[in-house]
């Protein structure tokens, strides 16, 4: 069981109107570890992650989430797991300040 992050945006596609998701940032080297930092958190943002299935963030979810990362981060004594919650703060902050960004946790 792994979580891989992706943040995407919308981009213009051929055809009249349509847009397509774009991914620009992407973190895959710390499924795993991500997974089992989450795995137990009960509130918030975070909570609502499934480790199976996609979930999707906004910006205003992004930003809602970083001070519940930080609080794991400073709680985090295994270095792959702190490794992978210190580059969801990264992806989390990069969906924040992306308009129209949305960071996707694709579960396993």
Known sequence: MGIELELRV??????????RDVVILGSHEHGDALAQALDGVVRGRLARVDPYRDTRFTEQDAEAALPEVAALVRE?????????LLDLAELLRACAAT?????WFVGD
């Open 10 to 19: 919308k981009r213009a596609a051929r055809g009249k109107g349509r847009q």
């Open 99 to 103: 308009p129209g960004g949305c960071l």
């Open 76 to 84: 985090c004594t295994d270095p792959a797991q702190r490794a992978a």
